[in-house]
């Protein structure tokens, strides 16, 4: 064994290695301190930052917050009726509500019920971590000057991070309330369809959109000839975009039905409807030019109505037919053209029997054969009727349940039987508007029609039917002579 040799340089040799550990470990310890307070002073430095950028964005929040309070305010004080305002806040979710100072005095029923309810459908699409504003408040928006609406809705206003600033998401909004503007109160059935001739004339429009949908029209053929009529008594229900009828008690299946209001444009007040739900881009007549009708009584008949339904093709001129039941069984064939050809086909009564003199059925058998004649030759029921003679009162207008169409051109064609004296008695009477009567079962008339079309034609006048020339305003419990001359019965 060797024993190790200890001099002084050895001592002094580990007392510097001695010396340089204890100096690296306080340089450590002053790194490690002077990191620790780097960190935290960073720190510190961050969390200030973020103190502050949070209080300028809750600053902006709550800047963007009155904004869009005082917005609604004024909005409301626009509204035309005071308010209560009432604002709850938790964590960060506001919810403000508007509600009617004299509630009772406003058309909607349980305001404060309904603006609840909507409010908690809102809230669904709340996240806790994001402001949100929830504003319940009374819509309303004016569509004519006698139709306004008012509805219960609630506008979502959510803060969006990349944009600092909020943004309306969306208003949810329960079925408003239609009013009549004169009367404050909700639009009613009365104030909508107004007289019995409008009551008729959408019986015409009922059955007919219930042949239309039906699978097989001709089982209830019968069923929609006798439908009970609808009356005042009737429940029908004012939508915004339609009018809903619950039908009497009847055979033909159908309990209800739901009818537009273009459906029904001619027999409503249009200023109580939203002017979305009609037809207002119809183009009408020109007033600059002249319009005349022929019309043809008494058919069909195999040769002249076919002979007559000839001239008019070949002359592109469209008539109306008035047609006698009992002709139009024996010949559908001939009604079914002059559909296909885009005349238009109306009601003379079955047998040309004087109505007047007839008792009610009696009338009304007269009207639903012919219709039903009509109907299988076509699929469409005859919306006009013109009575035998001209014949008719009050009474037996509300029997027949169509418009009128009469006449203010008679060309004697019935009487004459001449050619020659049809065309000249057309010509000396013939006015703008007019409507002309003559008969397609007459030879004369057939031989007479091409020049009485021509001679109109060298005078200006464009042909129309009886319905285009009133422009499809025409009504049940009304005669019509002519475009300027019609009045009720």
């Not at 103190?51 to 509204?79: D, G």
């Amino acid at each position: 064994m060797i024993d190790k040799k200890i001099t002084p340089a050895t001592n002094r040799s580990e007392r510097r290695q001695l010396q340089q550990k204890k100096q690296s470990k306080k340089m450590y310890s002053r790194f490690v301190f002077f990191s620790l307070l780097t960190a935290i002073i960073i720190g510190s430095g961050l969390g200030l930052l973020y103190f502050l950028e949070q209080q300028r964005m809750n600053e902006k929040i709550a800047s963007e917050t009155q904004e869009i309070l005082k917005k609604n305010q004024q909005r409301q004080a626009q509204s035309g009726f005071e308010t209560n305002e009432m604002i709850t806040e938790k964590n960060n979710l506001t919810k403000v509500t508007y509600i009617p100072k004299e509630k009772d005095s406003l058309p909607i029923e349980n305001i404060e019920e309904r603006m609840s309810t909507l409010m908690n459908q809102a809230a669904k699409k709340y996240k806790g971590n994001q402001h949100t504003i929830l504003i319940g408040r009374i819509g309303s928006e004016n569509y004519t000057e006698k139709l306004a609406s008012y509805s219960v809705m609630v506008d979502t206003y959510q803060w969006q991070v990349d944009t600092t600033t909020f943004k309306n998401i969306g208003t949810v909004e329960d079925e408003p309330t239609y009013i009549n503007q004169k009367t404050e109160q909700a639009v009613t059935i009365q104030e909508l369809i107004v007289e019995d001739a409008n009551l008729l004339g959408i019986q015409q429009v009922i059955q007919q959109q219930i042949l239309d949908d039906a699978e097989n029209p001709n089982d209830v053929i019968d069923a929609v000839l006798n439908l009970p009529r609808i009356n005042w008594e009737t429940k029908m229900t004012y939508q915004p975009d339609a009018l809903h009828v619950v039908l009497p008690e009847n055979e033909t299946g159908v309990t209800e039905i739901t009818l537009s209001y273009q459906q029904i444009q001619p027999f409503i007040q249009k200023e109580l409807v939203n002017p979305a739900f009609l037809n207002e881009g119809a183009t009408g007549l020109d007033p600059n030019q002249k319009y005349i009708v022929l019309t043809f009584d008494d058919g069909p008949m195999p040769h002249t109505t076919t002979n007559i339904l000839d001239v008019l093709q070949e002359k592109d001129v469209k008539a109306t037919f008035f047609l006698l039941g009992q002709n139009a069984k024996k010949h559908p064939d001939l009604v079914k053209r002059m559909h296909e050809e885009g005349h238009e086909v109306g009601s003379h009564s079955y047998s040309h029997p004087l109505l007047t003199n007839l008792s009610k059925e009696a009338i009304e058998k007269e009207v639903k054969q012919t219709d039903r004649a009509i109907f299988e030759a076509t699929g469409v029921l005859p919306r006009t009727f013109r009575p035998p003679y001209g014949a008719v009162n009050a009474d037996v207008a509300a029997i027949i349940g169509k418009p009128i169409i009469q006449w203010n051109i008679d060309s004697m064609d019935w009487h004459s039987k001449q050619k020659n004296a049809t065309i000249q008695m057309i010509d000396q009477t013939a006015s703008e508007g007019g409507i002309v009567l003559m008969h397609d079962i007459q030879p004369s008339t057939v031989d007479a029609l091409p020049r009485i079309i021509d001679n109109l034609r060298e005078q200006g006048y464009q042909f129309v039917t009886a319905e285009e020339l009133m422009e499809s305003n025409i009504r049940p419990l009304y005669q019509y002579f002519s475009r300027h001359d019609f009045r009720k019965i």
